[in-house]
């Protein structure tokens, strides 16, 4: 089982260009996320979705976009990327949003906005 | 607004010894609590998943328990080895409407010494 695949692993953005971070699940999850990591500051939620064609915000939404036309993808977009989006984001799937279930992580995209 | 505390930050013990992780939460209601554990520049692995109906959950040289009542999960490592060497992270799940963020304790780093 593949679990939770994000792409790229490595990424080097310049002030104000935009990108695409790639994370795909092959368990048949309804429930996908976006967390962003920083020392410090723990993880924390940027974008979350309940299912295909549902999406809504987390903690620090400001600056991302999201959409799920699948069940199996769900993409994070930077629109115009600042320093300060310069972080290890996470992608994370559950099998629902029931209280039981936990949670798969992706290994993580490190990304550096200079 | 639930808060999760882990305690030590830093532990660093020699191979064979057995050690004690510790999480408190300080709001009692949880729906489960997740031990993760995470390598120098890697994603989350999932470790253990308790559920608030459970006391106990094991899984090979892990057993992790839950005190709901008292806000604290340990995390038991038997037997240790250099390659537990990784911080250890607990999770538990808040709810606000269809969102189910994950809160974090900042974390264990562990260090075994061969």
């Known amino acids: 089982n593949a679990g939770v695949t994000q792409t790229p692993k490595f990424q080097v953005l310049k002030t104000g260009q935009s990108m695409t971070l790639q994370c795909a699940q092959d368990?048949?999850?309804?429930?996908m996320s976006w967390y962003r990591q920083d020392p410090g500051m723990g993880l924390r939620l940027i974008h979350y979705?309940?299912?295909?064609?549902?999406?809504d915000q987390g903690e620090v939404p400001n600056g991302y976009n999201v959409s799920r036309s699948t069940t199996e993808d769900f993409p994070l977009r930077l629109l115009s990327a600042a320093p300060s989006q310069t972080s290890v984001y996470f992608c994370?799937?559950?099998?629902?949003?029931?209280?039981?279930?936990?949670?798969?992580f992706g290994s993580g995209t490190r990304l550096t906005v200079v | 607004k639930q808060e999760v505390t882990q305690i030590p930050a830093a532990l660093s013990v020699p191979e064979g010894e057995n050690l004690v992780l510790n999480c408190s939460f300080t709001d009692s209601a949880i729906y489960n609590l997740q031990w993760f554990r995470q390598d120098p520049g890697k994603g989350l692995t999932s470790l253990l998943l308790i559920q608030s109906s459970q006391r106990e959950q094991t899984s090979g040289r892990l057993n992790a328990s839950l005190d709901k009542s008292s806000g604290r999960s340990t995390l038991y490592i038997a037997a240790s080895q250099p390659g537990d060497s990784a911080t250890y992270l607990c999770?538990?799940?808040?709810?606000?409407?269809?969102?189910?963020?994950?809160?974090f304790g900042s974390g264990t780093q562990l260090t075994v010494l061969p």
């Open positions: 368990m048949n999850h309804e429930y």
């Open positions: 994370a799937s559950s099998r629902g949003t029931g209280t039981s279930y936990g949670y798969t």
């Open positions: 979705s309940v299912g295909a064609g549902i999406t």
């Open positions: 999770a538990v799940p808040i709810s606000s409407g269809s969102a189910r963020q994950l809160t």
